[in-house]
């Protein structure tokens, strides 16, 4: 079983930066992508950015520009560097990790999230 554990949340005023960080743990033999999500009150769920193992990229239209997600291999680590934070992007963000645990076991974990909230 993996575990993943999402930090980095807070408070900012508007026009803010923070960095997310998405720590994972357990059996892990390799991991394919890596992505951030988030989930405002009364919205649903949705990508924001992801990173696959080659480095490729893809983020949401509303954060292009803004915010840059990146990973660690090694460490099986995952970031989201987010700038010029406005007010819409208050939400719980979520990290989701997706691998092999063996060469027989695949996983597809999330954490349980973090608040990110933007002051106007």
């Known amino acids: 079983q993996v575990q993943v554990v999402e930090s980095g949340g807070g408070l900012v005023q508007a026009g803010g930066s923070l960095r997310l960080s998405c720590a994972t743990s357990g059996r892990i033999l390799s991991t394919s992508a890596m992505g951030w999500y988030r989930q405002a009150p009364g919205k649903q769920r949705e990508l924001v950015a992801i990173?696959?193992?080659?480095?490729?990229?893809d983020y949401a239209d509303s954060v292009k520009g803004r915010f840059t997600i990146s990973r660690d291999n090694a460490k099986n680590a995952g970031y989201l560097q987010m700038d010029s934070l406005q007010p819409e992007d208050t939400a719980v963000y979520y990290c989701n990790a997706q691998g092999r645990s063996t060469y027989y076991t695949s996983f597809d974990s999330w954490g349980r999230g973090t608040q990110v909230t933007v002051s106007s």
């Open positions: 990173v696959r193992r080659d480095g490729n990229t």
